[in-house]
């Protein structure tokens, strides 16, 4: 995945939080921020594409553990879940393989704050939770929203509003 300008992100490191009684530890890459359209959808046989400003960035999908069809259901949930408050988080998950073997989920975690969607690319790493991951709420295992990293490099993080994820769901039912 590329930057905006062109360039390769950072991984940049863990985070904890103390939701659900735990730490969750996710890894995040850097990139630029901006603002616009959104949209999720599956664009062919095993890859997605995710919009979000002027921001696109296709991604594979793996179809071991969930069909085409689940990660569509599973997106549409997540979205939902943004508009149940002004304040949200949630968790749109990339790709999956069965939880009880993988070692990581790819996803995008989502944050609500008033009219403005938060988006960042991160990996779950299975092994550090400190519950079972709930591959129907991936949201349980979504850190607090965080723009820097604890080495100090700024998190990846694309910017869209509310009415733009409204508009991407009533458009796809």
């Known amino acids: ?3 905006a300008d062109g360039t390769m992100p950072r991984t940049a490191g863990r985070c904890s939080t103390n939701e659900s009684g735990g730490s969750v530890h996710m890894s995040r890459i850097s990139a630029t921020p901006s603002g616009g359209a959104f949209a999720i959808e599956v664009v062919s046989t095993g890859t997605g594409k995710i919009v979000v400003g002027d921001f696109t960035e ?7 553990f969930w069909d085409a069809e689940h990660y569509e259901q599973s997106w549409a949930k997540a979205l939902r879940r943004l508009e149940e408050a002004d304040v949200a988080t949630s968790c749109l998950v990339a ?3 069965d939880p009880k073997t ?5 996803c995008w975690p989502l ?3 008033q009219g403005t969607v938060f988006v960042q690319n991160s990996l779950i790493i299975l092994n550090e939770l400190n519950k079972v ?4 709420r991936p949201w349980l295992s979504t850190d607090p929203r965080e723009i820097v990293d ?7 993080e694309w910017r869209t509003g509310i009415e733009n994820v409204r508009e991407f769901r009533a458009a796809s039912g």
Do not use: V
Not at 58 to 64: G, I, N, R
Not at 102 to 106: R, V
């Open 150 to 156: 604890e080495d100090g490099n700024k998190i990846s």
């Open 58 to 64: 296709t991604f594979p999908m793996d179809l071991t």
């Open 133 to 136: 991951f709930d591959p129907e």
């Open 95 to 97: 790709s999956i393989t």
């Open 102 to 106: 993988a070692n990581y989920i790819s």
């Open 111 to 113: 944050y609500r704050i």
């Open 1 to 3: 995945m590329r930057d």
